[in-house]
């Protein structure tokens, strides 16, 4: 089986920085990726981990170690619209979708 | 370039009837994949299709269909509603076939069974 485990909940403030974990039981995966999505709209891409280590696009940066089995977005310099659901998800391999965390929603307070 | 478009918006069903969703996907884009988003479970996934050939299909009973036509556009078949068949349901297409290939999502129906 596979499961990527992610807490329901976050709250932070204005101008902090959060981060959002993610681990999982899966077996092969090409990368981790993150995906933000605000309510009624839809999921859009944030990021991607195809090795161990760090990717920072801006504000936001994600991490990898598949030797831990974890994942992490981290957000910088918090904005109230940030105020949304963060999914990770990984690719398996020799699979064309994409598999989904349990998501995180994270709420911006002033 | 236009996004994914899905239609309809809002759709609402009785228990037995079927629907069929529409997705337009990125001009471009030969992947479209089929997501069910519900507050308890998340975003499940439903079928990938390629090039007119369904290549994924996730854990769902047969009532569930799909298919893709040669311009890409995919619909989404769901026969004998049940209750539970509410949710929010997501087209996510993509350029490439490779690992990483990010999924663009469009803002999705809304089935409600009654």
């Known amino acids: 089986g596979q499961s990527l485990e992610q807490p329901s909940e976050v709250t932070a403030v204005e101008g902090a920085i959060v981060q959002i974990n993610c681990t999982y039981q899966?077996?092969?995966?090409?990368?981790l990726s993150w995906y933000q999505q605000h309510d009624g709209g839809a999921p859009t891409f944030l990021s991607y981990n195809a090795l161990d280590g760090l990717e920072e696009t801006g504000r936001f940066s994600s991490f990898l170690s598949r030797s831990d089995s974890y994942g992490y977005l981290l957000l910088q310099e918090l904005q109230m619209k940030d105020s949304a659901s963060y999914f990770c998800a990984v690719r398996r391999t020799g699979a064309n979708n994409l598999f989904f965390g349990t998501g995180t929603r994270l709420t911006v307070i002033p | 370039k236009a996004g994914v478009t899905q239609t309809p918006r809002y759709l609402i069903k009785t228990r037995g009837q079927q629907v069929t969703l529409s997705c337009s996907p990125i001009?471009?884009?030969?992947?479209v994949s089929w997501y069910q988003q519900t507050p308890g479970q998340g975003l499940q996934f439903l079928f990938e299709?390629?090039?007119?050939?369904?290549?994924n299909k996730g854990n769902f009973p047969g009532r569930f269909s799909g298919r893709q036509f040669s311009n890409s556009r995919s619909e989404m078949n769901v026969s004998t509603l049940e209750l539970g068949d509410s949710a929010l349901y997501l087209c996510?297409?993509?350029?490439?076939?490779?690992?990483?290939?990010?999924?663009?999502f469009g803002n999705g129906t809304r089935l409600t069974v009654t």
């Open positions: 299709y390629f090039s007119e050939t369904q290549r």
């Open positions: 996510a297409s993509s350029a490439g076939t490779g690992p990483y290939s990010p999924l663009h």
């Open positions: 001009s471009g884009h030969r992947s």
């Open positions: 899966t077996s092969g995966f090409y990368g």
